[in-house]
């Protein structure tokens, strides 16, 4: 089993990633509010305001979506996400990584 965890900028799209990984059996995950580092060290922080400029036009918030996966769907996940966000190589489209999992306690039968 995997760990999947896509971070977007772009919450528009997220009714239409969850969509997707439905239709490729992914029926559970948890999609937490989050915010990227640079931004509050840009706006919080005093020392590293001079930062604001990197940020111009981009969103303060993401969206995070953990999902626990088996292995066979990692490139399904990868295909969805890129068929949805656009390739990932391109700035702001997403960040999208997988950790390997030893032991999950707790989850429908159907994942295990």
Avoid: C, Q, W
């Amino acid at each position: 089993m995997e760990l999947a965890v896509l971070i977007i900028n772009k919450e528009e799209f997220l009714e239409t990633l969850l969509e997707a990984y439905i239709e490729i059996g992914i029926s559970g995950s948890t999609i937490i509010d989050s915010i990227g580092m640079g931004h509050i060290l840009a706006s919080d922080v005093p020392i590293f305001a001079g930062l604001r400029f990197m940020f111009a036009g981009s969103r303060p918030y993401n969206k995070t979506i953990i999902s626990v996966i088996k292995e066979d769907k990692i490139e399904l996940v990868k295909e969805a996400v890129e068929n949805t966000l656009g390739p990932l190589s391109e700035n702001g489209n997403g960040i999208l990584f997988f950790i390997p999992i030893r032991e999950v306690v707790g989850l429908k039968s159907e994942i295990k």
